[in-house]
């Protein structure tokens, strides 16, 4: 019986890794599965879902790097230099908005320099590996008792991933990581590789090629195992029954606003600039709006005010776990309304967020937010959310509209509204090359994968 090692350091990722089919897929191989999931100790929820015969459940906490270690991590994240970590080091983060310009600018400039330094690349991965072993005594325990075939890293920037990848390394265990998303292949550079990747989208793979300079012959290309829910025969409810499970009008059109959240902590403003259009009758249709939050400050209520009010919804079911960092376990339930959500809007509107992968699985009209997310003093700096390179994959697929104040998203609005099949084109095109493929067989296809490898170990 075959033994992998799946690690989890966040709720989403045993959405998108396990409980979109992967688990399932791992049982049916013949797999013996041990999961370790990045907490002081393992729920009892997630004990019932997820432990069975074959399939065991542990808790390991990561750690931190020490000062020495900390200081190299952080010039070794900058080794390669794009429009995603210009981005980040201007507008990141709070604390780099904050700081005087002159130091992010010096900032950019070292970073500049030092990724054009090709030696310098593989010696940062060397030193890592033979000067900061990070070796531990439970983990080593976890692999003298469950002894497995190989270590399946979700999420290849993650600090537990590395350390298990690390002891994988040191004992000649075979690893495979993937990164838990689409944006960051672009922003960092890997400290830590393993011996092969899953990655979702062809686009991923080029750019792990040419940023990470990884051989392309050892990438695996799956798609996002998280969109199979939006191809599973029973996860679609007829739009009158999502209509009664939220309160909402089946005869109107929904228009589903996406927070960004901590990315974008002042869209819920733009949130209501839209529930005043509808009250006011400023649309072509009549309309409702559904409010998604943001899982990053979910807790903060930030869309309070527009509940109880007159064709507005705000969707409250995110599952709050405090378990993992982020606070968040999306379960099935959870997962299911946000494809209903996604299936019975009329229109999706959101700022820079990988909702422009989920919505354009329905292929159902886009409108980003180049406005009123995010501010440094009083200057409005969302337009630099689309200045990463991610996000330019999207835009220049042609599959979005991007709109600059509330005038032009009103118009946007209507103008979808009255030609929902405009910019179709563009959305099948956004689909295709950055979803990859939404057959339902992403999780079979990743599974498949890691097979493929065991073979040729």
């Not at 909402?248 to 005043?276: K, Q, T």
Request: charged share 25%; proline share 3%.
């Amino acid at each position: 019986m075959k033994i992998i090692f799946i690690i989890i350091t966040r709720g989403f990722i045993i959405r998108n890794v396990l409980r979109s089919g992967g688990l399932v897929q791992f049982r049916n191989k013949g797999y013996k599965i041990v999961i370790i999931l990045d907490c002081k100790e393992v729920p009892e929820y997630l004990r019932e879902e997820l432990a069975s015969e074959n399939v065991t459940v542990v808790a390991e906490k990561g750690r931190g790097l020490g000062r020495i270690h900390r200081l190299f991590h952080n010039i070794q994240t900058f080794l390669i230099f794009t429009d995603s970590t210009v981005r980040y080091l201007k507008y990141g983060n709070n604390r780099l908005i904050a700081r005087p310009r002159v130091f992010t600018y010096l900032h950019i400039a070292f970073v500049w320099l030092i990724s054009r330094m090709p030696l310098l690349k593989s010696l940062s991965r060397f030193v890592e590996v033979h000067l900061f072993p990070q070796y531990h005594v439970s983990i080593a325990r976890l692999f003298d008792e469950h002894k497995p075939d190989v270590v399946f890293s979700t999420s290849v920037i993650s600090g537990l991933d590395i350390l298990f990848m690390k002891e994988a390394k040191r004992r000649g265990i075979t690893t495979v990581s993937m990164p838990k998303g689409w944006d960051n292949v672009t922003r960092n550079y890997y400290r830590f590789v393993p011996d092969y990747f899953i990655v979702q989208t062809k686009v991923l793979r080029d750019e792990l090629v040419r940023l990470q300079k990884f051989p392309a012959k050892r990438v695996y290309i799956t798609g996002f195992p998280q969109f199979d829910w939006y191809r599973k025969s029973d996860v679609i409810i007829s739009r009158e029954e999502f209509c009664k499970k939220y309160g909402l009008n089946p005869s109107l059109s929904i228009i589903l606003f996406g927070s960004e959240g901590g990315w974008a902590d002042h869209d819920f403003d733009v949130a209501e600039n839209i529930r005043v259009m509808i009250e006011k009758n400023e649309l072509v249709k009549e309309c409702q709006l559904l409010v998604r939050p943001h899982f990053s400050n979910f807790r903060n209520e930030l869309f309070k005010k527009l509940l109880g009010r007159e064709r507005v919804k705000v969707d409250t079911s995110y599952n709050i776990s405090d378990a993992f960092v982020d606070n968040w376990d999306p379960l099935d339930d959870e997962t299911k309304n946000l494809a209903n959500s996604l299936y019975h809007a009329d229109l999706l509107v959101t700022t820079a967020s990988t909702l422009n992968l989920d919505m354009a699985c329905f292929n159902h009209p886009i409108i980003n937010l180049a406005f009123g997310g995010r501010f440094r003093g009083a200057r409005d700096i969302t337009p630099w959310l689309y200045k990463s390179n991610h996000m330019q994959w999207v835009i220049n697929t042609g599959g979005i509209r991007l709109v600059s104040n509330n005038n032009e998203l009103k118009n946007m609005i209507n103008v979808y509204l009255n030609n929902p099949h405009l910019d179709n084109e563009g959305r099948v095109r956004l689909a295709n090359e950055l979803c990859y493929k939404v057959d339902g067989k992403s999780s079979e296809r990743m599974v498949d994968a890691i097979d493929d490898i065991m073979k040729k170990s």
